[in-house]
């Protein structure tokens, strides 16, 4: 419930104002974000990678409504990944892409964000890495899967990400859970209808171990993108179950989010990447972060209260 107040009032400009601008913020943001430039981003994959984790970078930024703004976040994307090829880091690293931030809102948006989306696949590619396509709200979800299913005919290593708080996403998963096919199965971070998703945490816990024996069962590469330590247990229990080695499944986990615990997996063996988001335009993604975890958002309310 307090997510989602939190996650309505932040749509407000006044409320942006106020946390985009508070000096405390600064701290809150470093937590999350690797930095604000590419080279911020690459120093911290290449002390991740040192660490003996994978990464994927995410140039913070969604909602494009202006097409010049679309074009600039994908030349942000081959300027990092012409980066990425020069420092070796690829393949350990790679990226991910919100559509709305490729223009998906835009007129003609489908194929704005595919024509986008194809040009940073070619440039994985060239530095042999690949592009997963982080999944937005439910009103993003059937036209996300469909270019994912156009891009995967020229680029099969092209990754997607399913919601398992979205009641469809069980069917999703067996649609996806095929050779070649790499799915990010996470919780959900958006605000959704009672209608479309559910809204316990404990059947929305449910839902992920119900997607990740379909997954774990199947023929693609499931990528467990959680940092809940009884799904974690789970995941392992089935990947063991199933066969299934560190070049057959991965564990995925936000930076900042239980670094301990990254490292601790990371040691046991298990493949480890690591969602590393860096950029300018950091507000919708903290609010996320923030609205997850009461315990973030307290602590930064009270900061902004007693400095402000
Ligand atoms: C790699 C990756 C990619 C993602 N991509 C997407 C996407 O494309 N679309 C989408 O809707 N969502 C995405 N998410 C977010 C996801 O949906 C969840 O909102 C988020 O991961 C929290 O859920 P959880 O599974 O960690 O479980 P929770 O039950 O939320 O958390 C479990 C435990 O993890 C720790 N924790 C979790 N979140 C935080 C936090 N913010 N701050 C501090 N501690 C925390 C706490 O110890 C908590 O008890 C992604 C998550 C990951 C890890």
Not at 82 to 92: F, G, W
Not at 266 to 295: C, N
């Amino acid at each position: 419930m307090l997510r989602g107040a939190l996650l309505r009032v932040s749509r407000s400009d006044k409320i942006k104002h106020l946390i985009t601008t508070a000096p405390v913020t600064s701290g809150v943001v470093r937590r999350f974000v690797a930095g604000e430039t590419s080279a911020a981003a690459v120093a911290v994959t290449r002390r991740l990678v040192g660490a003996g984790l994978l990464v994927t970078i995410d140039f913070l930024g969604e909602d494009t409504n202006d097409p010049s703004r679309a074009d600039e976040v994908v030349v942000a994307y081959l300027n990092l990944l012409t980066k990425l090829r020069e420092s070796s880091l690829s393949p350990s690293a790679e990226v991910s892409i919100k559509l709305s931030a490729l223009g998906l809102h835009l007129r003609d948006g489908p194929q704005l964000a595919l024509d986008n989306a194809e040009l940073i696949c070619r440039a994985a590619r060239k530095a042999d890495t690949a592009v997963t396509l982080d999944m937005e709200d439910h009103s993003t979800t059937d036209s996300t899967l469909e270019i994912l299913r156009t891009l995967r005919k020229e680029y099969p290593e092209t990754g997607a990400v399913l919601q398992a708080y979205l009641y469809r996403t069980e069917s999703d998963c067996r649609d996806l859970a095929e050779a070649g096919s790499r799915v990010r199965l996470c919780k959900g971070a958006y605000e959704e209808p009672d209608g479309l998703a559910f809204q316990d945490r404990h059947e929305i816990d449910k839902s992920y171990v119900r997607c990740m024996k379909i997954l774990m069962a199947g023929n693609g590469f499931p990528m467990l993108a959680t940092h809940d330590p009884t799904l974690i247990e789970i995941g392992r229990k089935l990947a063991e179950e199933h066969g299934r080695g560190p070049k057959d499944f991965e564990f995925q986990m936000l930076y900042g989010i239980r670094p301990t615990e990254q490292l601790r997996l990371a040691k046991l063996g298990h493949a480890v990447r690591i969602y590393t988001p860096y950029g300018t335009d950091w507000y919708g993604y903290l609010i996320r972060r923030l609205a997850e975890r009461p315990s973030n958002l307290g602590f930064f309310a009270r900061s902004l209260m007693t400095k402000s």
